[in-house]
T-cell receptor
Framework: GEQVEQLPSILRVQEGSSASINCSYE??????FPWYKQEPGENPKLIID?????ERKQIQELIVLLDKKAKRFSLHITDTQPGDSAMYFC?????????????FGQGTSLSVVP | DTTVKQNPRYKLARVGKPVNLICSQT?????MYWYQKKPNQAPKLLLF???????READTFEKFQSSRPNNSFCSLYIGSAGLEYSAMYLC??????????????FGPGTRLLVL
């Protein structure tokens, strides 16, 4: 079945700098790639996603890149703030009419230090 | 309202006893999912309901059961809890958009501890 590898598992950056998280997947049929942010005690919340018909998507300081040939996608957070500190999960999915079967990466614990 | 609710938030169970976790959503989503998450591991899909059809993952087929009495509710049932079932259980739901399932919205999770 589909496997998703996410790196790094721990990331510590200076406030104001950029943070990058990389994921790779195996199933070339995957067509939907969401990113979730989970803060302590909270449920995972979708922050940005990209579908296979796109290569780049940006929402404010979040940029997602997708390289379908290499089966890799990445999240870039520009101008990080302490509020960006959280656990981040990437996922790959084949979205059909009846389900969107997410396979998650292991997660990245991001710490933004002043 | 994109809220998915889960009850209880915390559950303590004894080895060998049954466990029943509840999830609800009022978004009229046709698909509901259950994931298991252990520390330092990725959330793992256990099963999902599309409308009234239950799909269970092959490697957890015998360990978990589920029911969906109506569109809003979905339960996760463990017949006989073992220590290895201690984990966070996350419920999610999604709807069909443009001919395929859209964003999954997650509940806050139920933390199960089996002793």
């Amino acid at each position: 079945g589909e496997q998703v590898e996410q790196l790094p598992s721990i990331l510590r950056v200076q406030e104001g700098s950029s943070a990058s998280i990389n994921c790779s997947y195996e199933d070339s049929a995957s067509n939907y790639f969401p990113w979730y942010k989970q803060e302590p005690g909270e449920n995972p919340k979708l922050i940005i996603d990209i579908r296979s018909n796109m290569e780049r998507k940006q929402i404010q300081e979040l940029i997602v890149l997708l390289d379908k040939k290499a089966k890799r996608f990445s999240l870039h957070i520009t101008d990080t703030q302490p509020g960006d500190s959280a656990m981040y999960f990437c996922a790959a999915s084949i979205a059909s009419s009846s389900f969107s079967k997410l396979v998650f990466g292991q997660g990245t614990s991001l710490s933004v230090v002043p | 309202d994109t809220t998915v609710k889960q009850n209880p938030r915390y559950k303590l169970a004894r080895v060998g006893k049954p466990v029943n976790l509840i999830c609800s959503q009022t978004m009229n989503h046709d698909t509901m999912y259950w994931y298991q998450k252990k520390p330092n591991q990725a959330p793992k899909l256990l099963l999902f309901y599309y409308d009234k059809i239950l799909n269970r993952e092959a490697d957890t087929f015998e360990k978990f059961q589920s029911s969906r009495p109506n569109n809003s509710f979905c339960s996760l049932y463990i017949g006989s809890a073992g220590l290895e079932y201690s984990a966070m259980y996350l419920c999610a739901s999604s709807r069909a958009l443009g001919g395929r399932q859209d964003t999954q919205y997650f509940g806050p999770g139920t933390r199960l501890l089996v002793l």
